[in-house]
C-alpha cells in the first residue's frame, strides 16, 4: 500500500527559508514520477514542482512563481522527497502537499494517484 507521509511545514518570516519531507513507503519509490502541490484558502490547488528519474536522467517541472526559489530533491535510499523553499514570500502560504504517479501525465492535470496528508507553510511579511 502506498503511503506519503509530509512534514517540515512551519512559520517563518518573508525571505526565510524551510525545508519539506516526504516519506514514501509501500512501492518502488525510484520509478515513480514524485512532487508537490500547494492549496491557500480559497484558490484552486497548484502545482509547485516534481521530478522523474529515467535512464539515470533527472526531470525536473517548477511552476513559475517558485522557480529559482524552491529545489525538489530526492533521497532514493531513504526513500524521501524533499522541497528546499528559500526565499519565501507571503504567497507562498499554503498547504503543500506531497504526490506520487508511476507516470508523470498526472501531475500535469492535477490528478497524481497519491497523497500525502499535507503540511501547512505560513509566511508573514
Known amino acids: 500500500q502506498v503511503q506519503l507521509v509530509d512534514s517540515g511545514g512551519g512559520s517563518v518570516q518573508a525571505g526565510g527559508s524551510l525545508r519539506l519531507s516526504c516519506a514514501a513507503s509501500?512501492?518502488?519509490?525510484?520509478?515513480?514520477?514524485m512532487g508537490w502541490f500547494r492549496q491557500a484558502p480559497g484558490k484552486e490547488r497548484e502545482k509547485v514542482a516534481h521530478?522523474?528519474?529515467?535512464?539515470?536522467?533527472?526531470?525536473?517541472y517548477y511552476s513559475d512563481s517558485v522557480r529559482g526559489r524552491f529545489t525538489i530533491s530526492q533521497d532514493n535510499a531513504a526513500n524521501t522527497l524533499y522541497l528546499q523553499m528559500n526565499s519565501l514570500k507571503p504567497e507562498d502560504t499554503a498547504m503543500y502537499y506531497c504526490a506520487a504517479d508511476p507516470q508523470c501525465g498526472p501531475f500535469v492535470r492535477g490528478t497524481p494517484s497519491y497523497w500525502g496528508q499535507g503540511t501547512q507553510v505560513t509566511v508573514s511579511s
Open positions: 509501500g512501492y518502488t519509490y525510484s520509478r515513480y514520477c
Open positions: 521530478v522523474y528519474i529515467d535512464g539515470g536522467r533527472t526531470f525536473q
